[in-house]
């Protein structure tokens, strides 16, 4: 079974805010991967992460930052937030040699 | 630009049906292709996982095919059970750019 963690699970905040969106793993994986997701719609891939001080944004432009300090733990920071990033945010990590990605339960933000 | 369509959007059944479910990708250099279900509200599970050198992949009642040169995978379910009823995803992996289709909303009725 996997081991990757979010929190906050769901989260309102006014518009202007900072807020960080935690994302943990404890099953060794290199590779860690953020989406944002539109009920009913595909995921979108925003930022990625290949190991400890790599990261990529993915294919949809986002106004968020990521780090990878550890191995374990990757965090995604919106530095004001804005009604627009009102959606479900999905974190998800893989092995290099595997490419099975296993996601975590997913941060459901709402921005007023 | 890699597109991923899955068919039909919707599907109700009942219980017992087998049933197969569509997903077609305009580029066919993949690495991989995988299935995933959610439930609602909830995260990603992988079902199967499928490498660009293979054809099919099974788990249980679940039979994943890919055919490259066409652009097509298809998940076959047998038996389907209630607790199949959830949304099912195709994801193509080029190179680490994961495109995902929109999925389909399976509901199976006792």
């Known amino acids: 079974e996997a081991d990757i963690y979010q929190t906050p699970r769901y989260l309102v905040i006014g518009t202007g805010k900072k807020i960080t969106l935690e994302c943990s793993q404890t099953?060794?994986?290199?590779?860690m991967y953020w989406y944002q997701q539109d009920p009913g719609m595909e995921l979108h891939l925003i930022h990625y992460?290949?190991?400890?001080?790599?990261?990529e944004k993915g294919d949809l432009s986002s106004e968020s930052t990521v780090s990878r300090i550890r191995t374990e733990h990757f965090p995604l920071t919106l530095e004001s937030a804005r009604p627009s990033h009102t959606s479900q945010y999905l974190c998800?990590?893989?092995?290099?040699?595997?490419?099975?990605?296993?996601f975590g339960p997913g941060t459901r933000l709402t921005v007023l | 630009k890699q597109e991923v369509t899955q068919i039909p959007a919707a599907l109700s059944v009942p219980e017992g049906e087998n049933l197969v479910l569509n997903c077609s990708f305009t580029?066919?250099?993949?690495?991989?292709l995988q299935w995933f279900r959610q439930d609602p509200g909830k995260g990603l599970t992988s079902l199967l996982l499928?490498?660009?050198?293979?054809r099919e992949q099974t788990s249980g009642r679940l039979n994943a095919s890919l055919d490259k040169s066409s652009g097509r995978s298809t998940l076959y379910i047998a038996a389907s059970q209630p607790g199949d009823s959830a949304t099912y995803l195709c994801?193509?992996?080029?190179?680490?750019?994961?495109?995902f289709g929109a999925g389909t909303r399976l509901t199976v009725k006792p």
């Open positions: 998800a990590s893989s092995e290099f040699t595997t490419d099975t990605q296993y």
């Open positions: 099953m060794g994986h290199d590779k």
């Open positions: 992460s290949y190991g400890v001080n790599s990261t």
């Open positions: 580029d066919s250099a993949i690495y991989n």
């Open positions: 499928i490498q660009s050198s293979q």
């Open positions: 994801a193509v992996n080029l190179n680490n750019d994961m495109r």
